[in-house]
Antibody, heavy 121, light 109 residues
Framework: EMELLESGGGSVQPGGSLRLSCSAS????????ISWVRQAPGKGLEWVSG????????YYADSVKGRFTVSRDNSKNTVYLEMSSLRGDDTAVYYC??????????????WGQGALVTVSS | SYVLTQPPSVSVAPGKTARLSCGGD??????VHWYQQKPGQAPVLVMY???DRPSGIPERFSGSNSENTATLTINRVEAGDEADYFC????????????FGGGTKLTVL
């Protein structure tokens, strides 16, 4: 059974940094792209970033470009989202989601349970 | 950037049919995927590539996509279908980005 587990969430002050991790199991990790999708409290889903299975292609939403960096370590079956210059509107539950293609562009067939990031002074 | 428009809410009586729309410019030329999210839970895929159902999703769920509107149809609606539903596409017009609609809250009366 496919499983994704986020970790690293927490509270941080505006301007601060945080790194989320997404650990995967139950599938051949290197064969699939992974995206990060966030959901602000009471709001809808927002795609944030994606990384290809080999880690050679990365994609970002305009709202986070230049502040967030996505990467992966296929030897550890883990994807990372490095977040810096955090702002209040980055407050959200962050989900990692498995794409069904090697590079982003298909659909998400498995999601983690989410990690809450709160940006507040 | 590409925009997907969903009605904020749809209400339907049990046993009736719910039609959830997702509007976008020439969305019929894109592949649309749908996710169901219940309170406090992660999203779950309920339809992919416009009209394909994942295993475990009831046949009551169906999808279509044409011109400027994609539709998720739920026949014989049950109380357990009450949830938020989000449509999703990929946009390659300026870079490559995922795009979600704002979501529709389905209420079963």
């Amino acid at each position: 059974e496919m499983e994704l587990l986020e970790s690293g969430g927490g509270s941080v002050q505006p301007g601060g940094s945080l790194r989320l991790s997404c650990s995967a199991s139950g599938f051949t990790f290197r064969n699939y792209a992974i995206s990060w999708v966030r959901q602000a409290p009471g709001k809808g889903l927002e795609w944030v970033s994606g990384v290809s299975g080999r880690g050679d292609h990365t994609y970002y939403a305009d709202s986070v470009k230049g502040r967030f960096t996505v990467s992966r370590d296929n030897s550890k079956n883990t994807v990372y989202l490095e977040m810096s210059s955090l702002r209040g509107d980055d407050t959200a539950v962050y989900y990692c989601a498995k794409d069904t293609s090697a590079d982003s562009g298909a659909y998400f067939d498995s999601w983690g349970q989410g990690a809450l990031v709160t940006v507040s002074s | 950037s590409y925009v997907l428009t969903q009605p904020p809410s749809v209400s339907v009586a049990p046993g009736k049919t719910a039609r959830l729309s997702c509007g976008g410019d020439n969305i019929g030329l894109k592949s649309v995927h749908w996710y169901q999210q219940k309170p406090g839970q992660a999203p779950v895929l309920v339809m992919y590539y416009d009209r394909d159902r994942p295993s475990g999703i009831p046949e009551r769920f169906s999808g279509s996509n044409s011109e400027n509107t994609a539709t998720l149809t739920i026949n014989r609606v049950e109380a357990g279908d009450e949830a938020d539903y989000f449509c999703q596409v990929w946009d390659s017009s300026s870079g490559y980005r995922g795009v979600f609609g704002g979501g529709t809250k389905l209420t079963v009366l």
